[in-house]
């Protein structure tokens, strides 16, 4: 079984910032990179940003590009990423899940996505 455990969410005001984390945990798996999304209330999941570990690549919403920066350290199978937000506005207020790929796939779609975090709630007041 593999466990994803994200930290750092909380409430904070406008322009403020917030770094988010997720650790994985349990079996080894085939983990191509790992990716942040967020869920406001009434809408859809949505992508936000997704790392590469061939390459390193980075991927961001329009959304959030030039506001957040993901990175992350996958060495000796102990897969960490980091979401660091800053600029934070109001309609950033969503549960922000992390997910591990474990297949080659698009870093900016869910399917490709097969283990997922409980979500940590990031409130951001104007």
């Known amino acids: 079984q593999v466990q994803l455990v994200e930290s750092g969410g909380g409430l904070v005001q406008a322009g403020d910032s917030l770094r988010l984390s997720c650790a994985t945990s349990g079996r080894t798996f085939s983990n191509y990179g790992m990716g942040w999304f967020r869920q406001a209330p009434g809408k859809e999941r949505e992508f936000v940003a997704a790392?590469?570990?061939?390459?390193?690549?980075?991927?961001?919403a329009d959304s959030v590009k030039g506001r957040f920066t993901i990175s992350g350290d996958n060495a000796n199978n102990k897969n960490t990423v980091y979401l660091q937000m800053n600029s934070l506005k109001p309609e950033d207020t969503a549960v922000y899940y992390c997910a591990a790929r474990d297949r080659p796939s698009n870093p900016g779609r869910t399917y490709g996505y097969a283990y997922w975090g409980q979500g940590t709630q990031v409130t951001v007041s104007s």
């Open positions: 790392i590469s570990w061939s390459g390193g690549n980075t991927h961001y």
